[in-house]
């Protein structure tokens, strides 16, 4: 019988593919029309390729790596060698090398401060489980906080305390006090370390594609042809001994011997589904916020910051824009600036005109590289959380309480209805790399279920 994958995302088009390669009927049903979740094209006026979603593979994602060759795509490096990152921490600003390792000229109890500060979470991180967080030494206590009560307790210095707050909204696109510290340490682990997920030198924005990160996933689908349906939006799961039949919102049904749930987890909740979901896999979706995120855009004629020595990147706890890149394409030209607006300042911009976000992502842009930057030829932005078949990125967080209470439910079938997703991944959680490696996993678990069938 015909697998049904929900979601042509990574994850999803991933399974298809596992599934078709092991000879396995596939037919992918997606919300959107386009592939490629939250990975997105999109081009500038001139056809510049840019990208709106997820966009950086590095060092140890050794499946995307592998796969980006398999589907005989390019990589180019994020532009960051030539010239420094820009710290602008408590009203101090300063510029700093941006290869791995290198730290941000602080005084000497700010430094001594975030020297311990690291070296106490990577600590803790090291000791997660990936596999089962739940099962974490004394995980129930590092479950029943926040981020920010270890932040506060932990740093000693105003900022230490910033670092730690800019590096959360960066990776989670949350503030930390909307997650569990057992999260922030189990997600640092699973993508090797904190420094890693923060990194571009050797980290985890190191390399992007050559004509965006959404030639992965429409290249996957390519390949898959008339397997992926777009304009599906899914509305109801129904299992049975015999199968699953699944309802679209436009009355078109279809039956299959398993399906595989790709959605984000508040996504998947959303869904009905009968028999109901247990009550911990109904409850555990309820818990899984997405983050706060707008992606901006900002176009020049040419990159005009590498001729004051700057790299594009710059770090602040002023926002609403903390975090920029230089986003040029390999020509480097056009110049493209990009930055995020994350956690609270993208909720409460969300709020707000385009024109006011604008002119405030220009304030920020001006602020870090100097008045030119206040006068792009073009603006772009990504309202992540408006995304109807999104609702948030980069990807859920789980807050205080929920790995210990409800973490197996998180990755465990029901039935015959299998999770993928970033969310799900043991290992680089939240990435790319995650959710092809947790479509694959899931594949093979479906045709595991296959061959015991008698």
């Not at 593979?57 to 589907?71: F, H, K, N, S």
């Amino acid at each position: 019988m015909t697998v049904i994958v929900v979601g042509a995302g990574l994850a999803g088009l991933a399974a298809a593919r596992r599934l078709v390669e092991s000879g396995q009927e596939v037919v992918v049903l997606e919300a959107r029309e386009r592939v490629g979740g939250r990975t997105e094209g999109g081009r500038l006026a001139d056809g510049t390729p840019v990208e709106l979603g997820g966009q950086w593979i590095g060092p140890t994602q050794d499946r995307m790596y592998a796969l980006v060759e398999e589907l005989g795509l390019e990589l180019f490096r994020t532009h960051n060698d030539d010239g420094q990152l820009l710290v602008d921490l408590r009203g101090r600003r300063s510029r700093m090398s941006s290869h791995r390792g290198a730290m941000p000229r602080l005084g000497p109890f700010a430094l001594a401060d975030l020297a311990q500060g690291l070296a106490r979470f990577n600590r803790l991180a090291a000791h997660t489980d990936l596999a089962q967080p739940w099962e974490t030494p004394h995980a129930r206590v590092l479950d029943g906080q926040t981020f920010e009560t270890w932040i506060r307790r932990t740093l000693r210095t105003p900022t230490g305390r910033a670092y730690f707050r800019i590096v959360c909204e960066a990776v989670f696109s949350a503030d930390a006090s909307d997650l569990s510290l057992l999260h922030a340490l189990y997600y640092s682990h699973s993508g090797t370390d904190l420094e890693t997920l923060v990194s571009v030198d050797r980290g985890a924005q190191q390399d992007r594609i050559v004509g965006g990160s959404i030639r992965i996933a429409e290249t996957m689908a390519a390949r898959l042809g008339d397997r992926v349906r777009l304009g599906q939006v899914v509305r109801r799961v129904t299992q049975g001994a015999d199968g699953v039949m699944i309802e679209t919102r436009s009355g078109e049904r279809f039956t299959g011997s398993h399906v595989i749930v790709t959605l984000p987890p508040t996504l998947a909740g959303r869904l009905e589904y009968d028999p109901p979901m247990p009550s911990w896999r109904d409850q555990l979706t309820q818990r899984l916020p997405a983050g706060s995120v707008f992606k901006v855009y900002a176009v020049y004629d040419a990159p005009f910051w590498r001729e004051d020595g700057l790299n594009g990147q710059a770090v602040s706890d002023r926002g609403p824009v903390k975090v920029t890149f230089d986003n040029s394409p390999p020509s480097g030209s056009p110049g493209v600036l990009m930055g995020f607006i994350e956690a609270g300042d993208g909720r409460e911009f969300a709020r707000r005109t385009p024109q006011e976000r604008q002119s405030a992502v220009l304030g920020c842009f001006a602020r870090y590289f100097g008045p030119q930057a206040r006068h792009p030829r073009e603006f772009l932005e990504r309202d992540w959380m408006a995304e109807e078949f999104t609702r948030g990125c980069y990807g859920a967080h789980l807050t205080p309480g929920v790995w210990t209470s409800y973490g197996p439910a998180l990755r465990e079938p029901v039935g015959r209805i299998h999770w993928a997703g970033a969310e799900t991944a043991v290992h680089w959680n939240g990435y790319m790399e995650g959710a092809v490696v947790s479509g694959e996993a899931a594949a093979d678990a479906v045709l595991a279920d296959e061959r015991q069938v008698p």
